[in-house]
């Protein structure tokens, strides 16, 4: 699994969704980017262009839409979540 990090929007993103979310909504949450941090070239991701010298990833899962990046390191940086 690699290394992965939280931008601090991302963080607020998953604060906010939390405070509503049930235990099992939080398990899928967890397993979703468990799955990204152990694979972020998994099939399905989109690529955002949002900046083209550090791209970044969008993935659905169920619910949610998660936008990341891969770090210089080759970890894995969670830029937001968004949630239907």
Not at 11 to 30: E, F, H, I, Q, T
Not at 53 to 67: E, M, V
């Amino acid at each position: 699994m690699a290394k992965f990090i939280f931008a601090r929007r991302s963080l607020r993103d998953v604060a906010d969704w939390k405070k509503g979310a049930s235990p099992r909504d939080r398990d899928a949450l967890d397993q979703v980017l468990s799955a990204i941090s152990a694979d972020p070239t998994l099939p399905g991701r989109a690529l955002s262009f949002h900046d083209p010298q550090r791209p970044s990833y969008s993935y659905r899962a169920g619910p949610f839409l998660i936008r990341y990046r891969e770090t210089d390191d080759g970890g894995v940086e969670f830029l937001n979540l968004f949630h239907r």
